[in-house]
């Protein structure tokens, strides 16, 4: 009888959901494992086959888990605010709320389809109120303990979206969500202190299993550097301060730079004589991004300022300054001492500039022609610093500078404060209002949530006020503290928001009282592993951590943090139009005869559609039509092909192409292990034959999954049924039994009918216990060692795996071939390698 995927799979779906075979139990007895995916965000095109590749994985290790005894939390929910949805409205001229409860009613099919084992019970959404409430109340918390703030700052300003993004959310100079232009604006902005927490960030690195490469791209955007502070005294008698890591290097600072926007320019104006072409600049660097104004490579630009100088404190020596956009006002102090004899940026502008470059450092190793690499070597017109090392020579600095009283030591970081607000309507709410009295005030706790009122127009404003700012009757209220009118906050959270938190609110969903009970947070946390993409790692990775270890500090969660373990998955790429190979034939026939050979056919693509063309395989997406639908392939081989693929495609960490004759090929697994049952054996004994194999798969398998290695697992699984088809027809109950618990995690749906069909135990195959394995019986009984003569391989022979070495000589000399070779010759020297080999040399 074959597998009808199409009937089996939905019955068992809809029976694990009516036995609540998935519920994780809040204070169970049992050894708790939670394990947590990034809850996906709903868009309206659905999921492609590369979207369920993070669940089935982690899903493979939550079935393992449950059958080992654990009480397993696998929740999943949904990141449903956020700009695509509202955009979409806007278009549309639909409420985004619909569509995005239309598309959580999609994906939530597709995934049930597959038969991931979430606890569908602990289902949560960021757009629903009774979530928001406590992201509004985290967020009141942060105000009460002066960690979030309002503030006048330069932005990015996203020209499509219209709207504040934060660094992290500005990629290569654009919009990381629309590719559009960033560009700079002033605008009033809540903030949150994530600065506050970075060393604590950093440190608390060491507590967790993180891989190495997630560690250091959480420490590089932190970015902690040790250094120090140094007041410059200028003309104008202010004192200008910079922050430097090498304060060794002063005697060698033969300029300075001030960024742009520093608030010096205005005090100054009155005493510059020069101001047009100052404004004229300030201009042109309000319209790049961060990322243009810092790329290394770009040539640097920048205006002297005419009226004003700064000294030197360690010489007294006048010297220039200067504005240029490479200095950014947000990072240190806005300003910069530049020593161009040991810093290419610094060269590259002092050579523009015709200034004066001067060593300081002796004997380091030459980084580039333009400068020496000052991390080594003896201090040279650096006056009380001459002669001595680099180290001694920051020390002995330091301490003249606060000697002096003109700097400090100090330890900075890149990490900036993070931009909290959004000028758009699809968000939570800010429980704040504004009272001309009594300033920015919380809203009283009683009356979360605050809830998103209902808007006509969703359309952000040009002038960068949320659509929020239109709705009168909700803008105007009362201030808590006096009474008086006031205003509320118009401004939005970021999409980030829900995310920072949202694990937490699983351990206990339907609380209306807190977050979660203290109970069910002190049961379940930390999480034990969480799996995710390494494109979140300087971002959602980054803020949840800093919200729980405020939580942390403020009595609400046991931990310090929030995930004990993370790891992250490979996409699964797709085929890419634009090249050559993946062209129909006659297309490509085409396209080279019309351009004379391949590589100008190639190159012809090349133009059209930039250097992605090169690629044969890429990212799948909707817009370059290789995305492949789910839907279609479970209803055409069924739900557990697609999971066996999925995981059999290649190392789950790194990326894989997609094959449609790869998926085929684990749907003959599925057909070949349901035939098992047609010759089943009714015996609960493994034979002898088979022992050893078993024993090796259940350890091979079980090492596999708790170390991602799932293609390796199924291979060996694979393996073994081709094993167990040559030793003989049939199979016996207890050989299915132990192969049907070794493949459930990845092909649940038919196991569990082969585990019903053939009355293999009490309840389901799910509610089991995993097989257990003699680590004496995975070894081998005999072992096939190679039989040299003169290092060439002559014969193979099947002998003990204990075997000894006279044992094995013997072995081989009585081997027929051997026999032959060696008959009436003179053996001069026998090679023994255990296990492995016998290597005859014979005169």
């Known amino acids: 009888m074959k597998y009808d995927h199409r009937s089996i799979e939905p019955k068992w779906q809809k029976k694990w959901e009516e036995k609540g075979a998935f519920h994780a139990e809040n204070g169970s007895p049992k050894e708790k494992f939670y394990a947590l995916i990034e809850f996906p965000y709903p868009s309206g095109a659905g999921l492609h086959v590369g979207h369920p590749r993070p669940y089935i994985g982690l899903d493979v290790v939550a079935r393992k888990r449950r059958l080992q005894g654990y009480n397993v939390l696998y929740p999943i929910g949904w990141d449903a605010f956020g700009l ?141 550097s040790t ?63 961060d ?101 001694d020579a920051k020390v002995k600095i330091t301490e003249f500078l606060e000697e002096k009283g003109i700097g400090h030591a100090k330890v900075n970081y890149k990490l900036r404060d993070w931009v909290f607000s959004r000028q758009r309507y699809w968000g939570e709410p800010i429980p704040m209002v504004y009272c001309e009295k009594c300033g920015w005030q919380p809203i009283d706790e009683s009356e979360l949530p605050l809830r998103l009122p209902q808007v006509d127009s969703y359309e952000p404003t040009d002038t960068g006020e949320s659509p929020l700012a ?31 938190w949202y694990f937490l609110r699983y351990m206990d969903p339907s609380n209306d009282k807190a977050l979660a009970s203290k109970e069910a947070l002190e049961y379940w946390s930390p999480v034990d592993w969480y799996n995710g993409g390494m494109e979140h790692t300087t971002l959602h990775l980054l803020y949840s951590r800093f919200w729980h270890k405020f939580l942390y500090d403020i009595g609400v969660v046991p931990t310090p943090e929030p995930y004990g373990k993370r790891t992250s998955h490979g996409m699964i790429l797709g085929l890419n139009p634009h090249n050559l190979q993946n062209l129909p034939s006659s297309e490509q026939k085409k396209l080279i005869e019309e351009h004379g050979s391949q590589e100008k ?77 047609d010759n089943l054996i009714d015996s609960e004994d493994i034979r002898p034959e088979l022992e050893t194999s078993l024993h090796k798969a259940i350890k091979k398998v079980g090492e596999d999954i708790e170390t991602l290695k799932f293609n390796t697992a199924i291979a060996t699984l694979m393996a073994l049924i081709n094993e167990i088809g040559q030793k003989g027809k049939g199979i016996t109950r207890g050989e299915l039994k132990i192969f049907t618990l070794l493949l459930n995690p990845f092909a649940p749906h038919i ?23 003699d680590e004496q019986k995975t070894k081998d009984s005999t072992v096939e060692i190679v039989v040299q003569i003169k290092g060439k391989v002559r014969s193979r022979i099947n002998v003990p795996a204990d075997i000894s070495k006279e044992d094995a000589l013997a072995a081989a000399k009585a081997d027929e071939k051997i026999a032959a070779e060696i008959a009436g010759k003179e053996i001069v020297k026998e090679i023994y390698v255990p296990g492995k080999l016998v290597n005859l040399v014979i005169k």
């Open 470 to 500: 239109k709705m009168t009757d909700w803008v105007n209220t009362t201030c808590p503290h006096c009474g008086g009118p006031a205003k509320r906050e118009t401004d939005t959270m970021p999409q980030w928001a829900g995310s920072s």
């Open 84 to 224: 695509p949805a509202e955009n979409y409205a806007i278009k549309n001229h639909v409420h985004p709320e619909g569509i995005t409860r239309e598309n959580i009613a999609r994906y939530k099919r597709q995934i049930q389809s597959l038969g991931i084992s979430f606890d569908w019970s602990r289902e949560i959404a960021t757009i629903d109120p009774e979530y928001y409430k406590w992201t509004q109340w985290i967020f009141l918390q942060l105000y009460k303990h002066g960690l979030a703030y309002k503030k006048e700052m330069n932005v990015n300003w996203c020209t499509s979206c219209k709207c504040v993004l934060a660094n992290e959310e500005v990629v290569n100079g654009v919009c990381e969500r629309c590719g559009s232009e960033v560009v700079h604006k002033v605008k009033s902005q809540w903030m949150l202190k994530i600065t506050e927490y970075a060393q604590r960030l950093i440190d608390d690195l060491d507590k967790v299993d993180y891989p190495e490469r997630v560690r250091l791209q959480q420490k590089n955007w932190i970015g902690r």
């Open 751 to 773: 196991t569990e009918e082969v585990w019903e069909a053939c009355a293999l135990g009490e309840g389901m195959a799910c509610q089991q216990s995993w097989p257990e394995y």
């Open 227 to 289: 250094g120090a502070e140094v007041d410059f005294d200028t003309s104008a008698g202010d004192k200008l301060k910079i922050y430097t890591t090498r304060p060794d290097t002063l005697y060698g600072a033969t300029y300075m730079v001030i960024s742009p926007e520093h608030p010096y320019i205005e005090k100054w104006a009155d005493k510059l004589d020069n101001m047009g072409e100052i404004r004229e600049y300030q201009a042109q660097a309000a319209r790049k991004s």
């Open 291 to 391: 990322f243009e104004r810092t790329e290394v490579a770009k040539e640097k630009t920048g205006v002297k300022l005419l009226g004003v100088t700064a000294v030197n404190p360690v010489n007294d020596k006048e010297i220039p300054i200067f504005i240029s956009d490479y200095v950014l006002v947000s990072y240190g102090t806005g300003a910069i001492m530049a020593v161009p004899a040991h810093d290419d940026r610094d060269w590259d502008f002092a050579k523009k500039f015709n200034l004066p470059i001067i060593e300081v450092v002796k004997g380091g190793e030459v980084q580039s022609a333009a400068f020496t690499d000052c991390e080594t070597g003896i201090m040279v017109n650096s006056g009380i610093l001459d002669g001595l090392s680099v180290e």
């Open 601 to 677: 056919a190639q190159a012809a693509l090349r133009e059209q559609f930039g250097e992605m063309a090169d690629h044969p395989i890429v990212k799948m997406s909707k817009s370059l039509n290789n995305v492949v639908n789910p839907d279609d392939l479970v209803e055409e081989l069924g739900a557990d092909t697609v999971r066996l693929y999925e995981m059999f495609i290649g190392d789950f960490e790194k990326s894989a192409p997609w094959s449609t004759a790869g998926v085929k090929g684990c749907r003959r697994l599925a057909d070949r292990y349901w035939a098992l049952q």
